[in-house]
């Protein structure tokens, strides 16, 4: 019988069955691609740790099928396995997380770890998106960041020494950040 991956990036070793699973998320300009969209990179971080094996199908508006945009009024990422499909980045993985337990990216504080970093994205995007510099927006985007880099002074993790689906989510959109200001 197949199997998906039997270890992840920590090394630890978990055999699960064969499911397909295919991430339905937004394309490149090239329309074939993977996107920008940090909420997906999100997902596809949690479906490597895990070791999982998954399709990835980049999609424009003009590729999306049918399914996506009536089941699910188009919203990427979508996560489609075992005839269940899920959107919105923050259910795909907890149910990731709840389905295939090992490694575990849950620890006891994790809601206040995800509240550490859940702050800065609005600030990020109303920053990143402006036609023109805005002060405001700038300022509002280094508060944020001054409060992770405060956590990160005393921490190495969001929460405290252990790797959480907080950290998961956080590093997307500050590789997103990072490569946005340079341009």
């Given at each position: 019988?197949?199997?998906?991956?039997t270890?992840?990036?920590?090394?630890?070793?978990?055999?699960?069955?064969?499911?397909?699973m295919?991430?339905?998320?937004?394309?490149?300009?090239?329309?074939?691609?993977?996107?920008?969209?940090?909420?997906?990179?999100?997902?596809?971080?949690?479906?490597?740790?895990?070791?999982?094996?998954?399709?990835?199908?980049?999609?424009?508006?003009?590729?999306?099928?049918?399914?996506?945009?009536?089941?699910?009024?188009?919203?990427?990422?979508?996560?489609?396995?075992?005839?269940l499909?899920?959107?919105?980045?923050?259910?795909?993985?907890?149910?990731?997380?709840?389905?295939?337990?090992?490694?575990?990216?849950?620890?006891?504080?994790?809601?206040?770890?995800?509240?550490?970093?859940?702050?800065?994205?609005?600030?990020?995007?109303?920053?990143?998106?402006?036609?023109?510099?805005?002060?405001?927006?700038?300022?509002?985007?280094?508060?944020?960041?001054?409060?992770l880099?405060?956590?990160?002074?005393?921490?190495?993790?969001?929460?405290?020494?252990?790797?959480?689906?907080?950290?998961?989510?956080?590093?997307?959109?500050?590789?997103?950040?990072?490569?946005?200001v340079?341009?």
């Amino acid at each position: 019988s197949g199997s998906n991956r039997t270890r992840n990036p920590s090394g630890e070793r978990q055999v699960y069955q064969s499911t397909k699973m295919e991430l339905y998320l937004k394309a490149g300009p090239q329309g074939t691609s993977v996107g920008d969209c940090p909420f997906a990179h999100y997902v596809r971080c949690v479906l490597h740790f895990k070791g999982l094996e998954y399709k990835v199908l980049p999609c424009t508006a003009e590729t999306k099928p049918a399914w996506l945009i009536n089941e699910c009024s188009g919203k990427m990422p979508c996560l489609r396995i075992d005839g269940l499909t899920i959107t919105e980045s923050g259910e795909i993985v907890k149910y990731i997380e709840k389905t295939y337990t090992e490694p575990s990216l849950t620890v006891p504080n994790l809601n206040e770890a995800m509240q550490i970093q859940a702050n800065m994205f609005l600030p990020m995007a109303k920053f990143l998106k402006s036609k023109e510099f805005d002060e405001g927006k700038e300022n509002d985007l280094i508060t944020e960041l001054n409060k992770l880099n405060e956590h990160f002074g005393k921490n190495k993790y969001l929460a405290g020494d252990s790797l959480s689906l907080a950290d998961y989510s956080l590093g997307p959109k500050l590789y997103h950040l990072d490569i946005a200001v340079d341009h």
